[in-house]
Structures are given as C-alpha cells and as structure tokens.
C-alpha cells in the first residue's frame, strides 16, 4: 500500500512542480494537469517510484544518485510519453525545440534536472513522504489509489475520443485563449 501512496503523493508533487514551473517560465497552458478531475501528474509519480527502488548504495552517493535517478526519470517519461500518444493519440509535452532531444519525448536539459531533483527528493522529501504514508490507514490509501484507477480510465476514454489535451480543461469557465 505504501507504493501507492508514494505514487499518489509524488504524482501531485510533479502537478505542483509543473504548476509552479509553467508560471515561472511563462508557460502557455497554465494548469498542466494530467487527469480529468485528479489534480496529478503520473509521469512524476512512476519516475519516483522508479528513483526510490534504486538500491541504497546509490542514493549514498550524491552523483551517482544524479546519474541514475537522471536515467530512471529520464526512461519514465519517454515510456509515459509514448503511450500517451499511442494509447491515447496525446502529448502532454513536446522537447523537440530543446537540444539533445529523442523524439520530442526526452532531452538531455530535463534528464540533467530530473537527475538534481532527485537530491531532495531522496534527502529531504521521501522521510517525510514516508512518516505521512505510515501514519495513513490502509483504507485511505486504498480509496485513493480506487480513485486514480477510476480517473485514469476515464481520462484515457477522453483523450482516446478528443484527441486533445485540452478535454481535460472542463472545468474552464471561458475558452483557454481568453483566460
């Protein structure tokens, strides 16, 4: 249960990150939402699974944490990125402008920030993530992970028939141009 709940936590974590980068950087689609109710990012979620089943040694080596969780983080998102747009005809980004990238769906500037992210993630966010994961009843955890099945399988029937990532903007009061 406790993977779920590092799922879960981490996959908000990246909406906040992407949330908090897009306003920074100036970004056009400002909400960077993943999900059609669930405020989550599931590519941040697997790529900090994936980093946290790394084995000890490396998280004990700062550089060698950088490297692998770079890669870790790096084939999550290519992986995620590709069925994205075979399962469910989207893209959620696009690298193709950025230098060293494979297939618009990796580069080497985000693989180098996913490799430094990993410090805090590994240091400082994951004993915290994992005393508020502890302290969760198992049913919690249960009902949230039921809920993300739900919201997945829904927003894939959307995407699959929209073909756009803005199917996921229903909420929006007045068309995205205009916000």
Request: proline share 6%; glycine share 8%.
């Amino acid at each position: 249960m406790i993977w779920i709940w590092y799922f879960l936590f981490y996959s908000a974590l990246g909406f906040l990150l992407e949330v908090v980068y897009t306003r920074l950087t100036g970004g056009t689609k400002r909400d960077r939402k993943c999900m059609l109710f669930l405020p989550l990012c599931p590519v941040y979620g697997v790529g900090a699974v994936g980093i946290l089943l790394l084995p000890r040694w490396i998280a004990a080596h700062p550089l060698a944490l950088i490297l692998a969780a770079g890669a870790v983080a790096t084939g999550a998102e290519y992986l995620l990125s590709w069925f994205y747009e075979r399962a469910w005809g989207v893209a959620f980004w696009d690298y193709s402008r950025l230098p060293l990238h494979i297939h618009g769906r990796v580069c080497l500037p985000f693989a180098l920030a996913w490799g430094l992210l990993s410090l805090p993630l590994i240091y400082w966010v994951q004993p915290a993530a994992q005393r508020w994961g502890e302290l969760l009843p198992g049913g919690v955890i249960t009902a949230l992970g039921l809920l993300f099945a739900v919201d997945w399988v829904l927003t894939g029937q959307v995407l699959r028939s929209s073909h756009s990532t803005q199917a996921l903007r229903w909420w929006a009061t007045a068309p995205p141009a205009e916000r």
